[in-house]
Structure formats: C-alpha cells, structure tokens
C-alpha cells in the first residue's frame, strides 16, 4: 500500500534537470543518463511520484558516474501521485499502476537494453519502485536487486527472489516498519541460494533515501549511506 507518509515531501519536479535526457525506450517515457555504449545498465524505479524528481535524477546520475547506464522510467505515463491525494485516490492509483504491470514494462525496457548490446543489468526501487523491484527479482532478467523504503512487500514475493536482494529499511518507517523488513530478512537468509542483505537506517522515516533536504546534514548522511550500500551491492553483481 501506498500511505500518506510517502507523499508528504514531494520532490521538485523539472523534466529538463539532470545529466541525462529523456527518450522512450520499451514503450516507456524514460530518463537516461550514463555511458551509451556501457554493457551494464541500472533500472531505477522512483515512488508514486514519478520519474522526474529532481533528486531522483541526482542518484540516477550519481550511479552512472561508476560506469553504468541508467535508466529511469515513467512507469505511470505521467499519472503520478500528490501529496494532496486523499486515502481512496491514492488506492484508486495503486490499483491502476500496479507492481505487476510495472514489472512487465521493466521487463520489456530490459529486453531492449540487451537487445541492443547491454549483458548484465540491475534494478534498483525506492517505495513503489520497492515493490515493482521485488517482483522483477523473481526473474533472471536482471543480476542484483536492491529495494529501499519498501512500500508493504508480501512474504511470497521476498520467498520467490532468485537474484541477490538488498533491503534497506528505517528505523521509523511507519508504511513499511522495521519490524517487516527484519521479517524479509529473515526469509531472505533462509534462502541459500541467494544472497542477501539487510539493514535498518537508525532514526528515519519512509522515503529517507531519496526524499530529503539537502540542507539537513544529518538527512543527507544517512541518504549518503544507503546510496553507498546500493552502489556497493550493484557493482558486486552487476559486472
């Protein structure tokens, strides 16, 4: 589910921001930044918000300062959410973009990206984008997984992941509580085939990853941190 708690800080929103510049690629309206000619790509799915924050786009750019290509795409063709959304239009939303049909998208944009040269590629979700990532984890498409801010994840999807799988969750999240994530985890570690990795943000709510203040440098340590741990975990397995 998709909580007021995710919308209370909406992100700048500047369709020309950023390194990269937007193109449509597997039907989708995308944001791309990185190399071109890289055969490693990063799928970055946003939350409700959409693909075109700003802050979003500083990530996707960061990520592709390592060498990958990124790829950040509209998964909601321009129906985004808003902070002034109320409960039941927020539901009504979910139920028409829901992580399924986002994960056949991302599968179709990641079938083009290999078709035109790309070997190995990750994927990478922030709140929605979590629970879209989680599902395309399932499949082989993709090398590494890393889910941050989860909106509610089901045990059965976290059972079901067949490639390496990070969660990062905080302390005070209230729409995915750390409670939960720790419960992932420990399905996670059940699973010896696949490699895992979990861990709570002490003292931070949902969206502290990719929805917080510069200007606050306490926020913007801790964003820093889980940018590092999703980098790490991505250059581990996606080479």
Known sequence: MLGAECCANPPAMNS???????EEIGGLKSYITGDRSSNRAILLASDAFGYEGVMLRKIADKISGLGYLVVVPDFFFGDCIYSTSPPEVRAKWLNNHSPEKGCENARKIIGE???????????AGFCWGGMMVVKLAKYNDIKAAVILHPGRLTDNDVKEVKVPTAIL??????????????????????NQEVESFVKIFKGVGHGWASRYSEEDESAARSAEEAHTDMLNWLTKYVT
């Open 169 to 190: 969750g905080g302390e005070l999240d209230q729409l995915c509580p750390q409670e939960e994530v720790k419960r992932y985890g420990k399905i996670l570690s059940e």
């Open 16 to 22: 020309g921001f950023g390194n990269g510049s937007v």
């Open 113 to 123: 990206l290999k078709s035109k040269g790309v070997c190995s590629v990750g994927a």
